[in-house]
């Protein structure tokens, strides 16, 4: 049995040029919305940690009031402020 080699230049429809820019786009689109909801998830997270942080602060707050109230309000201040 003989095959005998073809050789000739690979031809690429205009139609698969087309589709195969239209499949890179939506992939870059799917990177990019996924970036946006990671991005949305951390900032969520950051969020619900700041508010625990600010609450723990001010339940010290709370249990230093009698003993030691400037640091009590000190703690108060700086339950005030975000850190995002």
Do not use: K, Y
Not at 29 to 53: C, D, P, Q
């Amino acid at each position: 049995m003989h095959t005998q080699v073809f050789e000739a230049p690979l031809q690429v429809m205009p139609a698969d040029v087309q589709r195969a820019g239209i499949a890179r786009e939506a992939g870059e689109r799917v990177v990019a919305i996924a970036s946006e909801v990671i991005g949305l998830i951390e900032l969520g997270a950051r969020f619900i940690g700041e508010r625990r942080l600010r609450a723990a602060m001010l339940a010290a707050a709370r249990q230093e009031d009698a003993a030691r109230p400037a640091f009590a309000d000190s703690l108060r201040r700086a339950a005030g402020h975000s850190w995002l």
